[in-house]
């Protein structure tokens, strides 16, 4: 995925243990599309040398504020404007301190005072370095200034010591950075959500299920947290981690999912309904293991709830957005069934290659008629989807 394509990075390395990760940090960004370009300190070279940035960015590596490379000699002007974002990991409690009062001793200190683009950093120190209140209170001024601090994590540390203080592992702050660049078009709107399959128990080791990979939903639930919104996602069994920023509720069975979504709903603006809940359980489920007998077994079943409607008939319902997968007639079930859940939303889907891969191509049909979104991976599809929802909320406001 190249959700950084197009983005220039300045990344700053100051002088920490946890420098040799920014070298993995370069590698990811790379990855994510992004042209980085390092500034390493005094104290970052000596944890990790210029060649290895150099290699990983296949850009210069910049040290020195008085770079003769530079054709104006104006290094710590020249790299910083065409930059997207300056990070700065590790950030050291010296550089931030630093940061704070406005010093300009060294190429990335300088850059960062006459920067236009944001600054992100991501401190990285002993435990208590970390809580000193002098870090304290510059972190607090780094946020009260506009810096975006990153961090940091609990847990081991290289002197041997456990607490606060951890640099973010790369993979986070890639992600930080992805999200950090997101509009923010769902700011401060709280969103429900449900997920997955649902499973509806017949003895205590077998059930009926829907076959549902749950990945559409947490790429939703993703991007609307990515956007600014608080989400939860109530989710039926699946084997996903809690997408970064959402609060995840597990459930098992339709009238788990049903009961944990009514219970958040306080206050949420919208509710999207994307899972794939059973449309029957069982009428009894056995205490105990079913034991084979040789004869007929037959199951009684009675239908489950339909959460999304209960939902959108509630007095003074959220904005109810419902997901349609079929595999024929797409425009004329979708719209039935925007009609008789009286939904403003409904994302249509031919399920045509199965379900469970990583791209998707769908259609999303409201008020004003059928949108059709071109092919795309999962995380793409439900980006455009929220930009579509983000216009209609703004349409009713
Ligand atoms: O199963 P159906 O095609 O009717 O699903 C359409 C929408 O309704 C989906 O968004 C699904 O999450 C929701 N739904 C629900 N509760 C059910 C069945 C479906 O919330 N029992």
Same mark, same amino acid.
């Given at each position: 995925m190249i959700e950084l394509k197009g983005r220039k990075l300045v990344l700053g390395v100051t002088g920490g243990i946890a420098a040799y990760k920014a070298a993995e940090l370069v590698r990811l960004l790379g990855k994510a599309g992004a042209d980085v370009h390092v500034v390493l300190t005094e104290g970052g070279a000596r944890f990790v040398t210029a060649v290895t940035f150099q290699a990983l960015s296949g850009n210069p590596v910049w040290t020195d504020l008085? %770079? /003769? @490379?530079m054709g104006n000699n104006m290094a710590h002007i020249d790299l910083? @404007? %065409?930059?997207d974002a300056i990070l700065i990991a590790p950030a050291t409690a010296d550089v931030m301190a630093k940061l704070v009062h406005g010093l300009a001793d060294d190429l990335l200190t300088t850059l960062c005072l006459a920067r236009e683009c944001p600054l992100l950093v991501a401190p990285a120190m002993n435990r208590q370095m970390w809580e000193n209140p002098a870090t304290q209170r510059n972190v607090g001024q780094l946020r009260g200034d506009g810096v975006a601090v990153l961090g940091p994590a609990a847990g081991e540390q290289a002197c041997g010591e456990v607490g606060q203080g951890r640099m973010l592992e790369p993979e986070a702050l890639c992600e930080a950075l992805i999200d950090f660049f997101q /509009?923010? $078009? #769902?700011?401060g709107r709280r969103i429900v959500m449900t997920a997955g399959p649902t499973f509806e128990a017949i003895d205590p080791v077998r059930g009926i299920t829907n076959s549902s990979s749950g990945k559409m939903a947490y790429g939703l639930a993703r991007a609307c947290a990515q956007a600014g919104a608080e989400v939860t996602l109530v989710s039926g069994p699946v084997a996903l981690p809690v997408p970064a920023g959402v609060q995840r509720i597990s459930v098992r069975s339709a009238l788990d999912m049903r009961d944990a979504v009514l219970r958040s #709903?306080?206050?949420?603006?919208v509710f999207i309904g994307v899972a794939a809940v059973a449309d029957y359980r069982p009428v009894q489920s056995a205490d105990h293991k079913i034991k084979k007998t040789g004869s007929e077994l037959s199951l009684t079943l009675t239908p489950n709830p339909d959460i999304l409607a209960e939902v959108a008939g $509630? /007095?003074?319902? /959220?904005f109810c957005v419902g997901f349609a997968a079929e595999s024929r007639n797409l425009d004329e079930y979708a719209e039935g069934k925007r009609k008789a859940k009286r939904l403003p939303l409904v994302v249509g889907n031919l399920v045509q290659d199965g379900l469970g891969g990583d791209e998707n191509l769908v259609v999303l049909y409201d008020d004003a008629g059928r949108h059709p979104l071109p092919r795309m991976p999962k995380p793409d599809v439900a980006r455009s989807i929220v930009a579509h929802l983000a216009g209609l909320l703004c349409s009713r406001c």
């Open positions: 008085w %770079d /003769p @490379r910083t @404007r %065409d930059a /509009p923010k $078009l #769902l700011a #709903l306080l206050g949420a603006e $509630l /007095p003074n319902p /959220p």
